[in-house]
């Protein structure tokens, strides 16, 4: 890439409003080069732009169209304040968190997030041994660079797979039963991306990348290369197109897996409630961390009418627009069970491979855990509605 070039792209990255409400300084004194040094999840993004190439760094940070939902998914949680209760013993915090039967430390899980050999060399297996060693649970997309058998070997178990629904179901069938196969105990079906969105952040990247990659890419008239999990089947990327997508989706899946099944990218009471009559075993609140729709709604608003119509019968989970502690807690105190994080996690993965993914972690546990000093809460359980404050 010519120094022109990067420089275009940098002007323009400057004046974009992804970034417009984040740190910009990563030339300033004391700016972190280490785990130990990284105070927030900011300060490992700093390091990260600087690792990552311009293309896949503009993948990482697009949302759709100007943006605006991904930059609406950080505002949703800064209206939101924390009510902090006073002269509660807080000696004695707990913040494990129960999923399926099965109890984690904290309530912090790693979304699912594909392509991350365009971010470290070592991939989802430094993701994979970050969570173990941290011990959160990992979801694997499925467009993952690093096929589930070698991910569940870094990680020591099983991780939960997401799905990405194809338009031809002896593609879907033959994924399935391959992570069925695999152990995995969750398929994790994402519904808010049936076809392709408007990423102007990620196209403009890419122009401004004059790299040759053919591990991600392929020559200019050529397909592109399979990704591992779609290896020996009959997969092409348009089949990822799945505009005739419906609720009897679920069902099909039900006749072919006994694993327990999530849907992810819910974000209304209606939908919600369908998941319910489906038979849906959690629902998880998503907007793609603003990848997907340009509906410029929060996830953040978009949880308490969701929850409100499990009202506690399946567990919600929720992402997008997570970066502190604190994010986390109002996430909880608006019906989230577990939360789960993005980009805060890639940042780590781009700045120091495994050890930086655990810093990600050991920071937004951490956050939490002084917000629920702070506020009094010292358990999961005593965050609630009354926790927080701001527009409802």
Same mark, same amino acid.
């Given at each position: 890439?010519?120094?022109?070039? #990067?420089?275009?792209?940098?002007?323009?990255?400057?004046?974009?409003?992804?970034?417009?409400?984040?740190?910009?300084?990563?030339?300033?004194?004391?700016?972190?080069? %280490?785990?130990?040094?990284?105070?927030?999840?900011?300060?490992?993004?700093?390091? /990260?732009?600087?690792?990552?190439?311009?293309?896949?760094?503009?993948?990482?940070?697009?949302?759709?169209?100007?943006?605006?939902?991904?930059?609406?998914? &950080?505002?949703? $949680? =800064?209206?939101?304040?924390?009510?902090?209760? &006073?002269?509660? +013993?807080? =000696?004695? &915090?707990?913040?494990?968190?129960?999923? $399926?039967?099965?109890?984690?430390?904290?309530?912090?899980?790693?979304?699912?997030?594909?392509?991350?050999?365009? $971010?470290?060399?070592?991939?989802?297996?430094?993701?994979?041994?970050?969570?173990?060693?941290?011990?959160?649970?990992?979801?694997?997309?499925?467009?993952?660079?690093?096929?589930?058998?070698?991910?569940?070997?870094?990680?020591?178990?099983?991780?939960?797979?997401?799905?990405?629904?194809?338009?031809?179901?002896?593609?879907?069938?033959?994924?399935?039963?391959?992570? /069925?196969?695999?152990?995995?105990?969750?398929?994790?079906?994402?519904?808010?991306?049936?076809?392709?969105?408007?990423?102007?952040?990620?196209?403009?990247?890419?122009? *401004?990348?004059?790299?040759?990659?053919?591990?991600?890419?392929?020559?200019?008239?050529?397909?592109?290369?399979?990704?591992?999990?779609?290896?020996? %089947?009959?997969?092409?990327?348009?089949?990822?197109?799945?505009? /005739?997508?419906?609720?009897?989706?679920?069902?099909?899946?039900?006749?072919?897996?006994?694993?327990?099944?999530?849907?992810?990218?819910?974000?209304?009471?209606?939908?919600?409630?369908?998941?319910?009559?489906?038979?849906?075993?959690?629902?998880?609140?998503?907007?793609?961390?603003?990848?997907? =729709?340009?509906?410029?709604?929060?996830?953040?608003?978009?949880?308490?009418?969701?929850?409100?119509?499990?009202? +506690?019968?399946?567990?919600?989970?929720?992402?997008?627009?997570?970066? #502190?502690?604190?994010?986390? $807690?109002?996430?909880? *105190?608006?019906?989230?069970?577990?939360?789960?994080?993005?980009?805060?996690?890639?940042?780590?993965?781009?700045?120091? +491979?495994?050890?930086?993914? =655990?810093? *990600?972690?050991?920071?937004?546990?951490?956050?939490?855990?002084?917000?629920? #000093?702070?506020?009094?809460?010292?358990?999961?359980?005593?965050?609630?509605?009354?926790?927080?404050?701001?527009?409802?």
């Amino acid at each position: 890439m010519s120094e022109l070039d #990067r420089r275009s792209f940098l002007s323009w990255m400057a004046a974009s409003p992804l970034l417009a409400a984040l740190p910009s300084h990563a030339d300033e004194p004391g700016f972190a080069t %280490t785990a130990a040094n990284a105070l927030d999840v900011f300060d490992l993004e700093r390091i /990260a732009e600087r690792n990552i190439p311009v293309a896949h760094w503009a993948y990482l940070q697009t949302g759709v169209d100007h943006d605006d939902t991904l930059r609406r998914n &950080r505002e949703g $949680f =800064e209206r939101l304040y924390i009510r902090a209760r &006073r002269l509660v +013993g807080v =000696e004695n &915090r707990d913040m494990r968190a129960r999923i $399926f039967g099965r109890e984690w430390p904290t309530p912090i899980l790693l979304a699912p997030a594909g392509s991350q050999r365009a $971010f470290h060399a070592d991939a989802e297996l430094a993701t994979a041994r970050a969570a173990a060693a941290r011990k959160h649970l990992q979801v694997l997309s499925s467009v993952s660079s690093t096929a589930v058998e070698e991910v569940n070997k870094a990680g020591g178990e099983p991780v939960w797979y997401q799905l990405y629904p194809s338009s031809e179901w002896d593609v879907t069938q033959a994924v399935v039963r391959r992570v /069925a196969a695999a152990g995995c105990p969750v398929l994790v079906l994402t519904v808010d991306l049936p076809w392709s969105t408007n990423r102007l952040t990620a196209q403009r990247g890419a122009a *401004a990348d004059t790299r040759v990659c053919n591990s991600c890419h392929a020559p200019e008239g050529q397909a592109p290369p399979v990704k591992p999990m779609y290896q020996g %089947t009959s997969f092409r990327p348009e089949m990822f197109d799945a505009p /005739a997508l419906t609720w009897g989706f679920i069902a099909r899946l039900r006749d072919i897996t006994q694993m327990q099944i999530v849907v992810k990218g819910i974000t209304t009471e209606e939908d919600a409630r369908l998941c319910l009559s489906h038979g849906v075993d959690a629902v998880w609140v998503s907007n793609h961390g603003g990848r997907a =729709e340009g509906s410029g709604q929060a996830t953040i608003d978009a949880l308490p009418e969701v929850a409100g119509a499990v009202a +506690g019968r399946i567990p919600v989970i929720l992402d997008s627009g997570i970066r #502190r502690g604190t994010d986390i $807690f109002k996430a909880l *105190a608006r019906g989230a069970d577990v939360v789960a994080i993005g980009r805060p996690y890639l940042w780590g993965l781009g700045a120091l +491979g495994q050890e930086g993914v =655990e810093r *990600a972690l050991e920071i937004l546990t951490n956050e939490l855990d002084m917000a629920m #000093r702070l506020s009094g809460t010292p358990r999961l359980a005593d965050i609630g509605p009354s926790s927080i404050g701001g527009p409802m």
